[in-house]
């Protein structure tokens, strides 16, 4: 009785890992557009902001490097090459922020950000590493432009 409990158990959970690893949704097409290997994943370029060895006293010019970078960021976004970017709270790393380049080597995206002119300038200084993440990501900024009320 016993090993007709665990074959029928066995069975059971054989159908149920089968169930999950075949997906009705799947679009082939939306897949291939956005690069996505079989797990829905694509290597992106994981940039990690921190503060630079230039420190600049004068806020206009600090002002002015910044009002750049904010540019530069939107301009990234419309080219689809930067898919993620955000600030970090204070932190004993003095990590600023990070971007998310959708390249596929550490040399494009330090091309990239070479028009930044925080970055340049030496205010922000960067760190590249390659990152595994949902080849979805891009159409995460579809949905953000909706749900953001006021830009920065």
């Known amino acids: 009785m016993k090993?007709?409990?665990?074959l029928c158990g066995i069975c059971f959970i054989s159908q149920f890992g089968y169930a999950q690893s075949t997906d009705n949704e799947y679009?082939?097409?939306?897949?291939?557009?956005?690069?996505?290997?079989?797990?829905?994943m694509k290597i992106y370029v994981l940039a990690i902001l921190k503060t630079g060895e230039t420190k600049i006293d004068d806020k206009e010019k600090v002002n002015v490097l910044f009002r750049g970078?904010?540019?530069n960021i939107n301009k990234l976004v419309e080219k689809n090459k930067l898919i993620v970017a955000?600030?970090?709270?204070?932190?004993?790393?003095?990590?600023?922020?990070?971007f998310i380049l959708?390249?596929?080597?550490?040399?494009?995206?330090?091309?990239?950000?070479?028009?930044?002119?925080?970055?340049?300038?030496?205010?922000?200084?960067?760190d590249f590493y390659n990152?595994?993440?949902?080849?979805a990501l891009p159409v995460y900024l579809e949905t953000a432009k909706k749900i953001t009320k006021e830009n920065h």
Do not use: C
């Open 27 to 40: 679009d082939k097409a939306l897949a291939d557009s956005l690069e996505a290997d079989q797990y829905g």
């Open 69 to 71: 970078h904010m540019d």
């Open 102 to 126: 959708d390249v596929k080597t550490i040399d494009e995206a330090k091309e990239l950000v070479k028009t930044d002119p925080a970055i340049s300038s030496g205010m922000l200084a960067v």
């Open 3 to 6: 090993s007709f409990f665990l």
């Open 131 to 135: 990152w595994y993440g949902s080849a």
């Open 86 to 98: 955000g600030p970090m709270v204070e932190n004993e790393k003095n990590y600023r922020g990070i």
